[in-house]
């Protein structure tokens, strides 16, 4: 079963900062553009970020630009979101997923299934 698999979420103070993976179980996600989503509680789920199979394009949500970093290591076949200055308006469950094309990412459809996603808790 083709899947990908989210992890390094918790919880974190305000200010701090957390990376989170996004790993592929069935098939390697080397060959695909994989973005990065949210979830917050009542809220719509909003595209975040995605980066392209090569690392050379990403895109950002414009509320996260400057603040979020995308990068990808496809020796190990991961792609991560580095999160810093996190605050309470970070807080949301965390979800990762290919898309056929970069062009448009993440606003456009995704390709597959959503996976469980990590949670991301900015308190004090």
């Known amino acids: 079963q083709l899947q990908l698999v989210e992890s390094g979420g918790g919880l974190v103070q305000p200010g701090g900062s957390l990376r989170l993976s996004c790993a592929a179980s069935g098939f390697s996600l080397d060959y695909y553009t994989i973005g990065w989503f949210r979830q917050a509680p009542g809220k719509e789920r909003e595209g975040v970020s995605c980066?392209?199979?090569?690392?050379?394009?990403?895109n950002y949500a414009d509320s996260v630009k400057g603040q979020f970093t995308i990068s990808r290591d496809n020796a190990k076949s991961t792609v991560y979101l580095q999160m810093n200055s996190l605050t309470p308006e970070d807080t949301a469950v965390y979800y990762c997923?290919?898309?056929?094309?970069?062009?448009?990412?993440?606003?456009?459809?995704?390709?597959?299934?959503w996976g469980q996603g990590t949670q991301v808790t900015v308190s004090s």
């Open positions: 997923a290919r898309f056929r094309l970069f062009r448009g990412c993440p606003t456009t459809d995704i390709w597959g299934n």
């Open positions: 980066i392209s199979s090569s690392a050379l394009s990403t």
